[in-house]
């Protein structure tokens, strides 16, 4: 069931990497991060225990394969993984590949920033490609 | 295997709420985020794709165990679920109860204060019972 009022219900356009009946994954349009993704979960739910454990599984399935697709083509530092949905209570991951050079390294991204970075580019066809791999796998 | 220098390999004085040999479950001494948990894989290593698959899945069932348990006896507006370790690189879960009138929301709790709240304080014995509840059933 979606929310008409919800902005993850009604998916302005974006850059879709993959999508099925339960969720899809999205590039987010963020120069300094690039490769930022969301998992966002097609229908509107606001936590994790409020899925199926079968559907927990098929999320977070989705989230590694976003994470081992960004690992393999960019070789972040770090990869932060959030479902948080305090302003948007529509279940949503952020996959978030970190370097040590980016304006927020250490902190999360959503800290106050610590240094200016040049923008960082991603190959969306390739990620779209490695991410359906890993999910195309058993 | 662990790492001497890391905090998270050799855990201080902690109050712990749950472990197995794969993880332990501890409540984050933080007065203002009364039900704030984390659950920390007990060897070190930074990612969910470092884990096999059926290691992610007893990792999440425990972070799904401490969500329910929080959402029943905090009765919270949200629940925030992050693994970053940008700062220490030791896989760990912060799971965090969020209310609409806590110091932060609607921002994660890693961006600049928003208000100043009075302390809330949780039954760490009822919240190591109810992890426990759901950990054990099957």
């Known amino acids: 069931m979606n929310t008409p009022a919800?902005?993850?219900?009604?998916?302005?356009p974006e850059t879709l990497l993959w999508?099925?009946?339960?969720?899809?994954?999205?590039?987010?349009?963020?120069a300094?991060?690039?490769?930022?993704?969301?998992?966002?979960?097609?229908?509107?739910v606001?936590?994790?225990?409020?899925?199926?454990?079968?559907?927990r599984a098929q999320v977070m399935r989705a989230v590694y394969a976003v994470e081992q697709a960004l690992r393999e083509l960019l070789r972040p530092d770090k990869i932060n993984l959030a479902s948080l949905g305090n302003q948007v209570p529509h279940l949503h991951w952020h996959v978030i590949p970190r370097f040590k050079d980016d304006?927020?390294?250490?902190?999360?991204?959503?800290?106050?920033?610590?240094?200016?970075?040049?923008a960082r580019a991603v190959d969306a066809e390739a990620l779209r490609s490695a991410i359906g791999k890993h999910l195309a796998s058993p």
């Open 19 to 30: 999508r099925d009946d339960l969720l899809r994954v999205i590039l987010v349009d963020d």
């Open 6 to 12: 919800c902005p993850l219900c009604c998916a302005p």
């Open 103 to 118: 304006a927020h390294f250490p902190d999360p991204i959503w800290a106050a920033a610590r240094r200016s970075t040049p």
């Open 32 to 44: 300094f991060y690039g490769g930022f993704c969301r998992v966002i979960l097609q229908r509107h």
């Open 46 to 55: 606001p936590e994790m225990t409020d899925l199926l454990p079968t559907e």
